[in-house]
T-cell receptor
């Protein structure tokens, strides 16, 4: 186990609703990266939070937003849900920026279904 | 968009055989990492190779990197049924000051007992 926990593990929403996903990073890690993984695809980078600031963002619209708290846990918020938002959302923590840290530690993901 | 693309998309081999997966990427990188994912769960880090390295070993894993061709390969020797999983390469683009990791589309490996 990596020590990265995500909640909830599964959830079902309807189009237009809003969702908040949570991630508790591994002890000692100050960076959290969020990824969206559609079925059969690779993880797509959403954004990275380093010491409570967004540091790097992928090709996702502004309705995808995030936060990182002083204890380095993080939230991913998605507004105005669309059917295509159905995916596995993965959180990964690292000590320092992802590409410099040498390794990302992933949680088990939150599977979102939008009906 | 994906920075890395794995080839093949799917691979089926017999237990005991070697499995080779390839990754191509588009821009210069700081390092390249390989991860494994069991059936839609979290990814697990396997190995990292830096841009100034050409080959690295870890147990039954061997990774090569050819920066002139912008490609990497992952070799799993003497495969086992437990190696069945999806394998992803991830790159850290050199010109990106955020040092984020970008994942490829993955190779789905099936090792038949």
């Amino acid at each position: 186990e990596t020590g990265v926990t995500q909640s909830p593990t599964h959830l079902i929403k309807t189009r237009g609703q809003q969702v908040t996903l949570r991630c508790s990073s591994q002890s000692g890690h100050n960076t959290v990266s969020w990824y969206q993984q559609a079925l059969g695809q690779g993880p797509q980078f959403i954004f990275q939070y380093y010491r409570e600031e967004e540091n790097g963002r992928g090709n996702f619209p502004p309705r995808f937003s995030g936060l990182q708290f002083p204890n380095y846990s993080s939230e991913l918020n998605v507004n105005a849900l669309e059917l295509d938002d159905s995916a596995l959302y993965l959180c990964a923590s690292s000590m320092g920026l992802a590409g410099l840290s040498g390794e990302l530690f992933f949680g088990e993901g939150s599977r979102l279904t939008v009906l | 968009s994906q920075q890395g693309e794995e080839d093949p998309q799917a691979l089926s081999i017999q237990e005991g055989e070697n499995a080779t997966m390839n990754c191509s990427y588009k821009t210069s990188i700081n390092n390249l990492q390989w991860y494994r994912q069991n059936s839609g769960r979290g990814l697990v880090h396997l190995i990292l190779i830096r841009s100034n390295e050409r080959e690295k070993h870890s147990g039954r894993l061997r990774v090569t990197l050819d920066t002139s061709k912008k490609s990497s390969s992952l070799l799993i020797t003497a495969s086992r049924a437990a190696d069945t999983a999806s394998y992803f390469c991830a790159t850290c683009p050199r010109m990106d000051s955020s040092y984020k990791l970008i994942f490829g589309s993955g190779t789905r490996l099936l090792v038949r007992p």
